[in-house]
């Protein structure tokens, strides 16, 4: 089973940077594909960004284009999100995610393995 810890969410205020982390366990890590999601309450899961396992390209949604950067670190099993010009529209509950699909994947159902989230709030 894989199992996948955010960390780094709080309060910024808008304008401001925050470096959200992702720790997934097993040995496997490498192979796959790793998301970031957003949801509010009653909203659909909001695709922000994913990464292929080989961590050589990185894919953005359309309302993070710009301002956040997905990363990974291979040989420490942490996929990393960093959010840059924070609006208040970016407040939510971040989640990482991995599948074992490869490509350019945005939909949550491509997605497997889902960690708790992390909350988010931008203070304006």
């Known amino acids: 089973q894989v199992s996948l810890v955010e960390s780094g969410g709080g309060v910024v205020q808008a304008g401001g940077s925050l470096r959200l982390s992702c720790e997934v366990s097993?040995?496997?890590?490498?192979?796959?594909?790793m998301g970031w999601f957003r949801q509010t309450p009653g909203m659909e899961r909001e695709y922000l960004a994913s990464?292929?396992?080989?961590?050589?390209?990185?894919y953005y949604g359309n309302s993070v284009q710009g301002r956040f950067t997905i990363s990974r670190v291979n040989a420490e099993n942490m996929v990393y999100l960093v959010l840059k010009k924070v609006k208040p529209e970016d407040t939510g509950r971040y989640y990482c995610?991995?599948?074992?699909?490869?490509?350019?994947?945005?939909?949550?159902?491509?997605?497997?393995?889902w960690g708790v989230g992390t909350q988010v709030t931008v203070s304006s």
């Open positions: 995610a991995a599948s074992t699909k490869s490509g350019h994947l945005t939909l949550s159902s491509e997605f497997t393995y």
């Open positions: 097993g040995h496997m890590f490498s192979s796959y594909s």
């Open positions: 990464m292929p396992g080989s961590g050589t390209s990185a």
